[in-house]
T-cell receptor, first 113, second 108 residues
């Protein structure tokens, strides 16, 4: 099992550009999450999904969009990138919600210039 | 008040030392509690779950005090490889709330 995979590992965007961060898990987990982590800060939840076709906002959803068409994939879309979106983005999955361990992908380091 | 609060450290300790971290949480309805470990520039990984009765995993002991809403992590006989950031994590409905972490540096 590969676990949770994320692509790309690194990306530099110009202000106003858009991109999609890819996340795939092969553990058949229902729950998937997107976090961002700024330097020296904790993880902040952007969006999460409790199953295919269901998504919900987290703490910091502005400037992002998600979709969940399959159990395996949970892409995060950045529209009109801004310098404030410079961060490390982690995708995670778990079997269910709050009672279960979350497994994280290796992260995507995004810089917006 | 933050939902999960931790002392950011760093805690600088020599090899073989015992070190303890505390964490407080604000939501009295939280049901699940965890400690995650995050190495520099890496993803967080589960270190251990925290149970009401307290639990131990080798050199690591976790305690939960629901009345005072705090969680602790004790590391005995510290190793160089224990150097990392330790994240206190508390549940909130379908989600986990992560503290900002406590940095530990173990020196020879």
């Amino acid at each position: 099992n590969a676990g949770v995979t994320q692509t790309p590992k690194f990306r530099i965007l110009k202000i106003g550009q858009s991109m999609t961060l890819q996340c795939t898990q092969d553990m058949n987990h229902n729950y998937m999450y997107w976090y961002r982590q700024d330097p020296g800060m904790g993880l902040k939840l952007i969006y999460y999904s409790v199953g295919a076709g269901i998504t919900d906002k987290g703490e910091v959803p502005n400037g992002y969009n998600v979709s969940r068409s399959t159990t395996e994939d949970f892409p995060l879309r950045l529209e009109l990138a801004a310098p404030s979106q410079t961060s490390v983005y982690f995708c995670a999955s778990s079997i269910a919600g709050e009672y279960n361990e979350q497994f994280f992908g290796p992260g995507t380091r995004l810089t917006v210039l | 008040r933050k939902e999960v609060e931790q002392d950011p450290g760093p805690f600088n300790v020599p090899e073989g030392a015992t070190v303890a971290f505390n964490c407080t949480y604000s939501n009295s309805a939280s049901q699940s509690f965890f400690w995650y470990r995050q190495d520099c520039r890496k993803e967080p990984k589960l270190l251990m779950s925290v149970y009401s009765s307290g639990n131990e995993d080798g050199r690591f002991t976790a305690q939960l005090n629901r009345a005072s809403q705090y969680i602790s992590l004790l590391i005995r006989d510290s190793k160089l490889s224990d150097s990392a950031t330790y994240l206190c994590v508390v549940s909130n409905t379908d989600k986990l709330i992560f503290g900002t972490g406590t940095r530990l540096q173990v020196f020879p």
